[in-house]
């Protein structure tokens, strides 16, 4: 390789690709409608892709100097390397052209399944809430390097005037997060393929190379894991791999990047950097916000090696304090001995795109914060101030100051009240009574044949209630009017679950357009954005709420539909909440105070709301917590800490409740491995879980573990519009009473309805009320579980 251009002084690793205006998404999705075709679909792309590169440029980033990220994937960036690798799984090999490459057409199948294939697994993308495509990698699988699509645009933005950086995931990370294919042998590991994998990179490089880009970025965030982050050591693996890219001849220079965490061994920080440095990698980046700073001896030791500094967080949206920043920044270049660049943590594709299309914002948030743009302005400003000296930014700095002094006193950041109610509390606020007790009480009360039966929460949200929430916003019903629906609604589901014949009722949850946004627009210390919209997945994205201040609630906001709901029928109806960690994990958090802290408050305005339904004589309560798993840390070692706070949230919000109330919870998904401990440590009288892809194995593993409260494995999966029979759900049913006695089990959909069309969903509840009763009258359980017990 000839010697590289210099890496430029300012860069981002990544920028959101779904457009300010969702054009990406609205384009997809009306590719797939047959509204536009293929052509029409790369115009749409093509022109997100010029007013990106614009943009920023004019934001301050350089055009012809590889400072901007190509990260353009039109579905996720994995499924574009799997793509870039034609790695196509076995059923899907008809899919590849003659050379090799995947169509448009093609590469949207993978995404979406076909017919009787299903699509490539969705999973979260490290302990983020985007969620990238499992690649699927078996003993046979090809790999060719047909990258037509990233060629293509570095070309044409070079004719643009553009010299871009191309943005692939890296080799190992790739690997990392595949799955073995079906039918692979045992044991099997993606890994293993390594070697075919790097060949094949090769060939990719070469054809960036000679498609003009003189940069490309190879991003390399597995290594942040435990696994990734051993292979990672001095002479392993990783080392390998890059001295193979690297001893290339026809290739790009070569930025590899490490965010969401510390790279190779923690204890040894910035090691994994010298060994990627060793391995002749020209510039290698560390997330400075989350991981921790490479140490001097490694800095010093990268000699003509770039260092990449992500100072700039990426994936939250607070207003970097720039003061703190460049303090750092100039220590690192102190101890490199050389330029640093100035960058993000990791892709912005986790922020929305600008502040300032926020104009509903409370008055005080805007100059608190900073989305996409005003990230990369963070970027070229610190850069600036590093090169040239403070003094060339001081009236940034000066404004910034001003901003976080700001921030800090507040009225509403720190709110005494809400300080004193969290310094009052004992362990007694935490504990229950004994759960044996309670549930003894509690069938005394609610008088529950066994195996009762219920649903998630949610129901259908049909067009009509979708419509009815819009035209109360846009003014065009009055806000009675709209009450007068939701109550009409709720009425009509009671109606429906009570005529199927189920034994715990809900309200429908229609007046929730998210069961986070709901909670957060209904508490204080909260704010919701008009467009803050951040790619989930695909073409979804969802729109997280601002966390930014001390949390309490006003007044009670859930009691008014559950009570009504609660007085159309003699059944009981179960309170329906949202549980502090998943309104953390789905939210922008604010980043002064530890999580656990922010937590805690959250839970008692949680706890609040509870007791206000227990005194208007609801003797459920539902609080869910899908996201419990989701925020376990990357590192096996983090996870203890994280599981003591949010397991306490749990209990600090529940523990009010006397033991006469039933306290449910609802997780969604059933892999509990590494958290069961922490699931028995929530002490919910009734858990509801996934269960039914993996055919109630799980009921068996938390027998094995001694759970010995109520559990509602999920008997029907509510992600597909299938029709469970009542055969069918009998037997699974008797399946889950091998393992637990019958007075442990409840039987319910896997989650909540809201999805799924009313069709489906009366026939699938049907079945599910007539097999609970047909296994209750089959064992003879007619009585309670409790006669059970003892036989
Ligand atoms: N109660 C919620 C519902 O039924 C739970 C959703 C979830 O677990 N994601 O919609
Ligand atoms: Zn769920």
New binding site residues.
């Given amino acids: 390789m000839s010697t590289p251009k210099a890496f430029p002084t300012a860069t981002i690793l990544g920028y959101p690709r779904i457009g300010p205006g969702r054009e990406l998404k609205k384009a997809v999705e009306s590719y797939w409608a047959g509204i536009i075709d293929e052509s029409g679909l790369q115009r749409a792309a093509e022109e997100l892709q010029d007013r990106t590169v614009s943009r920023l440029i004019e934001l301050g980033l350089g055009g012809e100097d590889s400072s901007i990220p190509a990260d353009f994937a039109l579905y996720d960036q994995v499924l574009d390397v799997t793509a870039a690798l034609g790695a196509l799984p076995t059923r899907f090999a008809d899919l590849a052209d003659q050379d090799g490459s995947i169509g448009t057409a093609a590469y949207f199948t993978l995404a979406r399944g076909d017919g009787e294939r299903a699509p490539l697994e969705l999973t979260k993308w490290f302990d983020s809430n985007y969620h990238y495509l499992v690649p699927e990698i078996g003993v046979a699988t090809t790999f060719t390097a047909v990258a037509h699509r990233l060629t293509a645009i570095v070309r044409r933005q070079r004719e643009r005037g553009a010299v871009l950086r191309p943005v692939l995931v890296g080799p190992v990370t790739y690997l990392l997060l595949a799955k073995a294919e079906e039918g692979a042998p045992t044991g099997f590991d993606p890994l293993s393929r390594i070697d075919d994998v790097v060949s094949a990179y090769e060939g990719i490089l070469a054809s960036l190379a000679e498609a003009g880009a003189e940069w490309v970025q190879l991003d390399e965030p597995g290594l942040v894991s435990d696994r990734g982050g051993e292979l990672a050591a001095p002479g392993g693996l990783v080392e390998r791999v890059y001295r193979r890219l690297a001893g290339h001849a026809e290739r790009p220079a070569l930025l590899v990047t490490t965010g969401y965490g510390t790279a190779g061994n923690p204890t040894a920080p910035g090691q994994a950097l010298a060994v990627l440095s060793a391995a002749g990698v020209e510039a290698v980046h560390a997330d400075l916000v989350r991981g921790s700073r490479p140490s001097d001896e490694v800095l010093q030791g990268l000699g003509a090696t770039r260092l990449v500094a992500g100072i700039v967080d990426g994936r939250n949206v607070w207003r970097n304090d720039l003061q703190a920043s460049l303090s750092v920044l100039e220590q690192l270049q102190a101890g490199t001995g050389a330029t640093v660049t100035t960058a993000t943590s990791t892709s912005l594709l986790h922020v929305p795109h600008d502040v300032r299309a926020e104009t509903a914002l409370p008055e005080h948030l805007p100059a608190w914060l900073a989305f996409a743009d005003q990230k990369v302005r963070e970027v070229v400003v610190l850069a600036g101030g590093l090169a040239d000296g403070r003094s060339t930014v001081a009236t940034h700095l000066e404004e910034t100051e001003a901003a976080l002094q700001q921030r800090a006193r507040f009225d509403g950041v720190v709110v005494d009240r809400v300080r004193k109610r969290i310094r009052d509390l004992t362990a007694e606020a935490f504990t229950r009574g004994p759960a044996e007790r309670r549930a003894e009480v509690q069938q005394q009360r609610l008088g529950l044949p066994v195996l009762p039966t219920t649903t998630?929460?949610?129901f259908p949200q049909t067009g009509e209630v979708r419509s009815a929430r819009a035209a109360v916003r846009n003014g065009s019903i009055s806000p009675a009017e709209y009450e007068q629906f939701l109550r009409q609604e709720i009425a009509r589901v009671v109606r429906l679950q009570e005529g199927l014949g189920l034994d715990v009722l809900v309200h429908g949850?229609p007046e929730r357009n998210d069961?986070v946004q709901y909670f957060a627009e209904n508490f204080d210390g909260f704010a919701a954005t008009d467009h803050g919209w951040v790619q989930s997945y695909g073409s979804r994205c969802t729109r997280p709420s601002i966390l930014w201040g001390d949390v309490s609630r006003p007044q009670a906001f859930t009691v008014p539909w559950i009570s009504f709901a609660q007085s159309l029928t003699e059944r009981p109806l179960k309170g329906?909440l949202t549980g502090p960690v998943t309104i953390l994990a789905w939210s922008f958090v604010r980043d002064d105070q530890p999580l656990g802290d922010t937590a805690h408050q959250v839970a008692l305005a949680l706890r609040d709301e509870i007791a206000d339904l227990e005194a208007a004589g609801i003797a459920i309560v539902q609080v869910?917590e899908?996201a419990l798993r989701e925020l376990l840390p990357l590192r096996s070692a983090d996870h203890q800490p994280y599981l003591d706070w949010s397991v306490q949230a749990f209990r600090l919000a529940t523990a009010g409740a006397g033991d006469r109330t039933q306290i449910h919870t609802?997780l969604?998904y059933s892999e509990f491995g590494e958290v069961i401990s922490a699931i028995d440590g929530l002490d919910a009288d009734v858990t509801s879980i996934e269960a039914a892809r993996s055919r109630l194995e799980v009921v068996a593993d938390l027998a094995g573990f001694g759970y010995s409260r109520g559990i509602g494995p999920g008997v029907y999966d509510i992600h597909s519009p299938r029709v469970p029979s009542e055969e069918e759900l009998s037997a699974l049913i008797a399946t889950a009473l091998e393992a637990l006695p019958a007075q442990q089990l409840w039987v319910n959909p896997d989650?909540?309805l809201?999805t799924r069309g009313y069709d489906e969903t009366v026939l699938s509840l049907r079945n599910l009320v007539a097999a609970a009763r047909t296994v209750r009258e089959s064992a003879d359980l007619t009585t309670t579980g409790h006669a059970l017990a003892h036989s």
Avoid: N, R, V
């Fill in positions: 998630i929460g949610s949850e069961m329906m869910d899908p609802h969604c989650c909540g809201k």
